[in-house]
């Protein structure tokens, strides 16, 4: 056994212990190597090759990779799609299409023969292109290609093209040769023919020092994306995507951007720089419109991100709001319109959202109306705040639901003459280790003291209003079990008032 196939098959061992393989084979010389090596390693594979119909002896390619693989006994799956037609008619990129349909079919083939890893041929010299080519268009995120992700293995990253060739060529194996690879209008293609064999010349081992630059800012990517993920706390209350916004606008601007890369990538957007930008001026209130006809708007504590019109669904048995609807509720009724404002739903979303009843009143509002017990149980929490206000405490008050047990506390900071007697603690102190599983409603976001107390003994915690002085979320970035926004305004509103009149009584004073 050669010195390159001990160092791929430990390599394999490692990345992609169970058999059987799917080996993504296009006939070049990379993935041939590739076929071949997985078999001196005496694995199971089978040999899957997508033709995308680019070009006109594209055929050719798929006979010789099926030849291929039954020379070294390998089950072949083989499919043809025409991209380039498809990409055409749905007006989307030839590129990122036929690289989207290139992995659902290798992940059909995957499926059907029970594989764990689908085995694709980059090469060093594709990582030190991909991280040439990334750089220059600025592009901040995945400088590089990953050795793994998800089912797809790339076992071939230490290795240069160089060797591989010379392993096929001492094998007497023959390989294919695309001709669209020689085009220098293709920018990887300019870069891996004209630029990188300068750079070679001068810096012989640019390769490695540019593989190994990858690899440290991949570490680096994984914690600060764990960090910006962090930041983005859904809303749940929309069913349209949404956000908290002030943990997001506290964040710092590198953190706060990451997060809003991974908005639009869950939108199917490309996070391009304006497109970043466009979301951060929209959590400071200028609303704009994203490609495919996303509205990003902030509205209240919530940063939405609107589909257009006939993208949301209207649920069996309700209907859109009409002009002069009422609301019928037990303490009277009120316009739709103003209880829609109310509950924090942008102007753009209020005529859309789902209700039921006849033309003129309304009994129900999708996920709004009648109340939620999650609503009732912030209303206990509510009334702990009153009370501490009453009695000249911050007014923060919190309520832990444990087994169907409702148990109720206040701020008594004062009372107590103890800094660390937020209502929060309160609670855990009288439940102790009974808490463990329970879920906490509180006013106030809670600080590091008791989010920190709170995570240890494993409660979620839904708050209202965002602690901008300490909370452990929007000021430090501490994650964890939570969510936020829960009668956002009659929160906000308690404190805004008890500390006016606390303000007022300094000025009297």
């Not at 990582?127 to 790339?154: D, S």
């Not at 071939?156 to 390989?175: D, H, I, K, Q, S």
């Not at 630029?195 to 810096?203: D, H, N, S």
């Not at 911050?394 to 009372?415: K, S, T």
């Amino acid at each position: 056994m050669s010195v390159l196939e001990e160092a791929f098959r430990e390599r394999l061992l490692r990345l992609a212990p169970q058999d059987p393989l799917v080996l993504a084979v296009s006939g070049g010389g990379d993935s041939v190597a590739l076929a071949h090596l997985v078999r001196r390693a005496g694995r199971r594979a089978v040999v899957a090759y997508l033709d995308h119909a680019l070009r006109p002896d594209s055929g050719e390619d798929l006979l010789f990779v099926r030849d291929l693989a039954f020379r070294l006994g390998f089950p072949f799956y083989g499919e043809r799609v025409e991209v380039g037609r498809i990409a055409k008619e749905r007006g989307e990129n030839l590129e990122a299409l036929a690289r989207e349909v290139r992995y659902a079919f290798l992940h059909r083939v995957a499926k059907e023969v029970g594989a764990k890893a689908i085995l694709t041929a980059h090469t060093l010299d594709d990582q030190a292109e991909t991280v040439l080519l990334k750089l220059l268009q600025g592009t901040a995120r995945g400088l590089g290609i990953r050795e793994k992700e998800g089912m797809v293995v790339r076992p071939l990253l230490p290795f240069t093209r160089e060797a591989l060739r010379a392993y096929l060529l001492g094998l007497g194996e023959a390989w294919r040769e695309d001709p669209t690879n020689r085009d220098l209008s293709l920018d990887r293609n300019y870069l891996r023919l004209s630029v990188l064999p300068l750079i070679l010349e001068r810096f012989p081992r640019a390769r490695e020092a540019l593989a190994r630059f990858a690899q440290a800012r991949e570490e680096e990517e994984a914690f600060l994306e764990g960090v910006a993920e962090v930041r983005l706390l859904p809303d749940p209350r929309f069913f349209v995507p949404a956000f908290r916004a002030l943990p997001l606008l506290r964040a710092p601007e590198a953190v706060r951007r990451r997060a809003l890369r991974r908005v639009l990538e869950a939108l199917d957007l490309r996070p391009e720089a304006r497109l970043i930008a466009l979301l951060e001026e929209a959590l400071k209130g200028r609303a704009g419109t994203l490609p495919g006809g996303y509205l990003a708007r902030r509205y209240l504590g919530t940063l939405f991100l609107i589909p257009p019109s006939p993208q949301i669904p209207l649920p069996k048995g309700f209907r859109r709001p009409l002009p002069g609807d009422y609301l019928e509720r037990p303490a009277g009724r009120k316009r739709l319109a103003a209880f829609l404002a109310e509950k924090g739903v942008p102007k753009e979303l209020r005529p859309l959202w789902p209700v039921k009843g006849e033309e003129g009143r309304v009994e129900e509002v999708l996920g709004l109306f009648p109340p939620s017990e999650e609503e009732g149980l912030m209303g206990l929490a509510l009334e702990e705040a009153r009370k501490a206000y009453a009695e000249g405490e911050v007014p923060v008050g919190a309520v832990l639901v444990l087994e169907g047990e409702v148990h109720g506390e206040r701020n008594r900071v004062e009372a107590m003459e103890d800094p660390t007697a937020h209502a929060e603690m309160l609670l855990l102190r009288k439940l102790g280790k009974r808490a463990r599983g329970g879920r906490l409603y509180v006013t106030l976001e809670p600080c590091r003291m008791c989010h920190h107390a709170l995570m240890e003994a494993g409660v979620e915690v839904v708050y209202g209003v965002e602690n901008l002085k300490e909370g452990a979320l929007t000021r430090y970035g501490q994650g964890g079990r939570m969510r936020g926004g829960l009668r956002e305004g009659e929160c906000a509103k308690l404190l805004r008032d008890f500390f006016a009149r606390l303000r007022e009584g300094c000025r009297s004073g």
